[in-house]
């Protein structure tokens, strides 16, 4: 096949299906649906399923369906069905594995299908029957290289794509006119179906054009009948959503989705090519290389997938596309969940995916435990094979999934030696069994194989053949358990004392009792049945070994021994039969496996006993070859090299180990890891480098708290290193490192304070506003903060306010500090920080009942009197975060009042309505600067005069606002019922600019403003404009002077979303925090969430950083208007061009991090609506005396 080729079946495959079903069970497949453009020829990996009993399987469905003789129900490895009929449990596995033997388990090469017809029942074979085509049809896929003039038929003899699109009422079969050639096709929807692709068990895959952006597409139509139920249409949308969710160079593109009364259908972007499977046929073996190349690319593909919380489930070479430039493209999310949607879908007892390329815990039905790393098994089943040809595991369907489940994979280089070591191990370490054994994500997969590409040392471990059989003997203990037991247990201490000829101490007395116990209990479950004399045992451990025997005699001959136990017995018989060995070096022979058992304290004990007898140089050699050799218990290893760091710091070894010695040690538990850190003192400055590696680049924050930990307490004597450690910490971080540092703080706190005003005076980047925050939060929990509480003033750049505000609580800070704070503070800004930062405190930190006392004695007055409206604002989200929403509301509703304080910067007018208030004129810097991040060309930097006082709300209309309008006015609530906007305090969304201005006019009829007050005509006007689609309408020249409820105009909206900020968000210039203050495509699970839920800005508004588009009163244009004559000021509202498209500011729920700044400009027709269209309210202040 070509390079550049569309992937049209080949003539033969169709009506050659039965005779070409494949002997090797491998290439089945379960739940699975062909890609958009693949191919399905007569090695395609079919899909498995279970139709009922009576069911009569068509030729389309012959090989994608076996009956079950057992039952009456259709069963599926799927869809989640209830759990007597689609999920396969063990006995119904054991069923179905029986079923797959007797149909498909004992064809060999030549035979046809015979026997499984008679088993499954009848099957119609409709791709033998000639049948006519359409015409049209027929011209169609003869373009295609079809020359023959029969098409596959479904079982009721009608041709697939006409019985798929007849049966949906809202399918076009009649024929269209393509402009450009002349030529009739079929439609569907707006396309003109082309050709047929590919067939899937769900669907059948065609080659379509969309005449409305002149371009081809690959339409998945899913086959009527196939989607029977709700779960298979779902399932069948899912994919559409799950992959229309991604947009990566990698992955198929989803164009667009529908569901059908009777059928659905996906578009994809058309990919010209062939399938990575086809690349691979046609090669043969690819070289580290290409494969390496490849293999970068799906995984980071992957890896953005993962990063959505999805994972696809089913990676194998007929999903990969390669276009016409070899560019690989993952394709066919049929298989895929959403990590946070879908879990609950797909419970215990399913098989899902391809079995050569399942992972272990798809192989073993536990396809609910399936997360990215099921994803990196796959693709190192495709490295496996691009490399060697042949996968890792081949043979019937039932021997695949054991072996997948059960058996380790050959290693690369046992089937070509050419191959590079480092190349074998990464995959190895893609296909080990354990899931956090592989590749955590497709990043870290990449990113090894690039250092591979690059000529670095890798950092994945080789896979020993020790190792390999050690881990099967663990997922196999009864066949293991054949083979050998180690099982000597010692008395250290007493062998000690009486063959070292040295007194016992209090500390080997000690130990004696407790080794002495531990191997009566370890005989005891050795045995199993141990006579009356076993206590007696201690007479015989500690004299002499040779005394041991009689007794073990005695019970291998009791009748009351089992023969599994007298085989135990007999191995403990043998493992202390006499050495040839004298003297010490028998002894330590002894000794010093019993270190690799020891816990913490006994090893301390035990080390210091040799050392202090001159016995340590004897241990040494052997510790340190166990400490070399690969194995799954690595727990030994550590106990091994714990022992070492204290008997033999001195040697150039720990140089070599100490990495890894590490990254053991940041897997361990804080509880189980500190009592061993005793023994690694003398060892601390051959870790000091890698810990430190950790603390700064560690795979994820509890690696790199660990590591903060361990160097606080290994260098709990070292001012200087941890002071080093200070500035380049994460909050959470800096709690062990304070934990040294507050017993010293006098010698540390000057030299803190230096360096935080060195910081100040540099240039803004993360990493100066990162430690200047450190430096903050440690002076704070040292007791040193007067100094440092003005940082969370107003400024132009709040960037390490916001910084504070989150780093207090992980740091340590302890809350008491901040609220002490809070009660003497008196700048507004500082306060509604503190407040803003209590609200990080967990329940661990700041218990309920000190948080309702606080609520009761300081914060609920607090919100109620506090003239600021950015303390007002941020004492609420305090209180809601809390579980004290009813008392805000309650407050609310009893601060509602017509008048105006006038020494108060908000107010809650009589409707409910809170808003900020701003007093004019106000004149303040416009539009963002080319250097500001993610600055736009229409977001000119200019002087804008403001000349009125304003409200604007600090919350968005929500869904149970804008419905009590609806009602009120005798209009349909149902649409506002909508999956975008799922909760009445949600901003209600997919309204257009006429739909706003509507329910301003109403809003201002309800409180009883002045016709000559109003700022929109008539409900019927408006409904009337918003119906004829009208690009323009007339409003009061004078309206921005009037006080009725009205829109904002651009210009107030960014003012009191910048709150006086030359940033590009309210909070800074960091994007990291913009998950605390805003809704967008990362954190709102494609819906808006309810109002007021995230943090506010400095003057009190929520959500002006993304929840609903906010539509505004100004029209929109590219250029801002001239400043006034004679000046370089533009006044609000002077521009007199009349505009068509209305402005719209503040990110959505459905846009990207770039939408959400303070200066970020959209718009749209007044008449148009979306997702995340939505609004605020804006007024001219004050009010008229009449209200």
């Avoid at 890609?35 to 469905?61: C, F, I, Q, W, Y």
């Avoid at 000690?496 to 009566?520: H, I, N």
């Avoid at 709990?716 to 709690?735: F, G, R």
């Avoid at 148009?1168 to 605020?1176: A, M, Q, T």
Wanted: hydrophobic share 35%; proline share 6%.
């Amino acid at each position: 096949m070509s390079d550049k080729t569309s992937h049209t079946p080949d003539p033969d495959d169709v009506g050659q299906t039965l005779q070409s079903w494949p002997r090797d069970e491998e290439d089945a497949t379960f739940v699975e649906e062909e890609g958009p453009n693949s191919p399905k020829d007569s090695r395609a990996e079919p899909t498995l399923l279970m139709p009922a009993a009576d069911e009569s399987v068509d030729a389309t469905h012959a090989q994608t369906f076996l009956q079950h003789p057992a039952s009456d129900a259709s069963q599926t490895f799927s869809e989640g069905a209830s759990d007597d009929s689609a999920t396969m449990g063990d006995k119904q596995a054991d069923d179905v594995n029986a079923t797959l033997n007797m149909v498909v388990g004992d064809t060999s090469e030549g035979e046809d299908l015979t026997t499984a017809q008679t088993i499954a029942g009848p099957i119609e074979t409709g791709y033998e029957r000639p049948f006519p085509l359409d015409p049209t049809l027929r011209d169609s896929l003869a373009k295609s290289g079809r020359s023959q003039d029969t098409f596959p038929l479904d079982s009721d003899g009608r041709e697939p794509i006409e019985r798929t699109l007849a049966a949906d009422a809202s399918v076009d079969t009649s024929q269209s006119d393509d402009a450009e050639g002349g030529q009739i096709f079929p439609k569907l929807g707006r396309y003109q179906i082309l050709k047929v692709l590919g067939q899937g068990a769900f669907g059948t895959v065609y080659l379509a054009r969309d005449p409305h952006l002149d371009r081809k597409v690959a339409i998945k139509v899913a086959k009527t009948g196939v989607l029977s139920g709700k779960q298979d249409v779902d399932r069948f949308m899912r994919e559409a959503k799950a992959a229309a969710q991604l947009r990566h160079p990698n992955i198929v593109p989803v164009y667009e989705y529908e569901r059908l009364p009777h059928s659905s259908y996906i578009a994809y972007e058309f990919i010209e090519g062939r399938t990575l499977g086809d690349l691979m046929k046609e090669k043969g073996k690819l070289t580290c290389e290409e494969a390496a190349e490849y293999l970068i690319k799906l995984a980071m593909a992957l890896d953005y997938a993962h990063s959505h919380g999805i994972v696809h489930r089913d990676i194998k070479p007929e999903n990969i596309l390669l276009d016409e430039h070899g560019e690989p493209h993952i394709a066919d999310f049929g298989l895929a969940r959403r990590d946070d949607e879908d879990t609950l879908r797909t419970r215990e007892g399913m098989f899902m995916g391809t079995p050569s390329y399942m992972s272990p815990e798809q192989a073993g039905g536990k396809a609910h435990l399936a997360d990215g790393r099921t994803d990196i098994w796959s693709l190192g089943v495709i490295m496996h094979e691009m490399l060697t040809k042949v996968r890792p595991f081949r043979g019937r369907v039932t021997e695949v999934l054991v072996a997948v489940q059960n058996w380790e994979p050959p290693p690369l280089r046992q089937l070509d030696e050419t191959l590079p070591r480092d190349i074998e191990t990464i995959c190895q370490k893609c296909l080990t069994k354990k899931l956090d054994e592989r590749y955590l994500t497709g990043k870290e997969l990449a990113e090894e194989l690039q250092r591979w590409r690059d000529g670095h040392p890798i950092k994945a471990r080789p896979v020993s053949l020790f190792n390999r059989t050690w881990r099967w003997a663990k997922r196999n203990p009864g066949i293991a358990g054949m083979l050998g037991v180690v099982l000597a247990t010692f008395l250290i201490a007493a062998i000690v004392s009486t063959w070292f000829g040295v007194e016992a101490k209090q500390s080997e007395q000690a130990l004696r009792d407790t080794q002495t116990q531990r191997a009566l209990d370890q005989l005891h479950s050795l045995g199993g049945a141990v006579s009356a004399s076993v206590p007696n045992m201690i007479e015989y451990l500690l004299p002499s070994r040779k005394d041991i025997a009689p007794q073990l005699d005695q019970e291998i001959a009791s009748p009351d021994t089992s023969d599994a136990s007298r085989a135990r017995l007999l191995m403990l018989k043998a493992a202390i039969a006499p050495s040839t060995k004298e003297g010490p070096t028998e002894l330590i022979d002894r000794i010093w496996p019993q270190l690799l058992e020891s816990d913490a304290q006994e090893s301390i004990m035990l080390t210091g006993l040799l050392k202090e007898y001159g016995y340590a140089g004897l241990v040494e050699l052997p510790l340190w070859r166990e400490s070399q050799q690969p194995s799954e218990d690595r727990i030994r290893e550590f106990r091994a090299l714990a022992a070492l760091a204290a008997l033999d710091s001195e040697v150039p070894e720990w140089e070599q180990v100490s990495s890894d010695l590490v990254a053991q040690m940041l897997t361990m538990s804080s509880t189980k890891l500190t009592p061993w850190l005793v023994n690694f003192r003398p060892i601390r400055e051959e870790l000091e480098q890698p810990l430190k590696e950790q603390f700064l680049n560690g795979s994820d924050r509890l690696v790199q708290f660990g590591a903060a930990t361990v160097l606080a307490e290994l260098f709990d004597d070292s001012l200087e290193t941890l002071m080093s450690l200070v500035p380049e910490a994460k909050p959470e971080q800096l709690t062990p490192l304070l934990g040294v540092l507050k017993p010293r703080a006098d010698e540390v706190t000057e030299a803190l304070a230096a360096d935080l005003q060195a910081e100040l005076v540099l240039e803004e980047t993360p990493e100066r506003n990162a430690r200047i925050t450190n430096f903050a939060v440690t002076l704070i929990a040292l007791g040193q903060g007067e100094s440092i509480w003005p940082l969370l003033r107003a400024s132009k750049n709040h960037g390490i306010r916001t910084r504070l505000i989150h780093a207090m609580a992980p740091a340590g800070v302890p809350w008491q500090t901040v609220n002490a704070q809070l009660e003497t503070e008196t700048d507004p800004p500082t306060q509604a920080a503190l407040c803003l930062s209590l609200g990080e405190y967990g329940l661990g930190d700041l218990l309920p009942g000190d948080r309702d006392q606080l609520a009761r004695s300081q914060l609920h007055d607090l919100f109620a009197t506090h003239p600021d409206a950015g303390v007002h604002a941020a004492v609420e989200w305090l209180l809601r975060t809390w579980g004290q929403g009813t008392q805000v509301d309650e407050t609310i509703e009893a601060l509602q009042t017509a008048d105006l304080n006038p020494d108060m910067g908000w107010h809650v007018d009589p409707q409910g309505v809170s808003f900020a208030l701003f007093d004019g004129p106000i004149e303040f810097e416009m539009g963002s600067l080319p250097s500001t991040l993610h600055h736009q060309p229409n977001e000119i930097a200019h002087k804008r005069l403001i000349p009125r006082s304003f409200g604007i709300a600090t919350h968005e209309v929500t869904v149970a606002d804008y419905t009590q309008f609806l009602t009120s006015v005798g209009m349909d609530t149902r649409r506002e019922l909508s999956t975008y906007a799922p909760s009445p305090d949600s901003p209600v969304v997919i309204l257009s600019w006429y739909q706003a201005a509507m329910y301003c006019r109403w809003l201002s009829e309800q409180a009883g403003i002045a016709e000559d007050q109003m700022c929109y005509p008539s409900l019927e006007v408006l409904k009337e404009s918003q119906e004829n689609l009208s690009s323009t309408i007339k409003l009061p020249d004078d309206l921005l002077d009037r006080t009725g409820y009205r829109l904002p105009t651009a210009a107030e909206w960014e003012y009191a979303c910048r709150t006086g900020t030359d940033t590009a968000w309210s909070f800074g210039n960091e994007a990291a925090y913009l998950t605390h203050y805003g809704w967008y495509s990362e954190n709102s699970q494609d819906q808006a969430s309810p109002v007021g839920r995230l943090k506010p800005n400095s003057w009190g508004l929520f959500d002006m950083h993304g929840n609903s588009v906010e539509w505004c009163q100004s029209f929109f244009f590219d250029d801002y208007q001239d400043p006034q004559s004679g000046t370089d000021v533009v006044v609000d509202g002077s521009d007199s061009r009349e505009g068509i498209d209305r402005e719209m500011r503040g990110g959505g729920f459905a846009r990207p991090e770039s939408d959400t700044t303070s200066a970020f400009r959209w718009s749209d027709r007044p008449s148009f609506i979306y997702i995340d269209y939505g609004f605020r309210l804006a007024r001219t202040y004050p009010p008229a005396a009449s209200e």
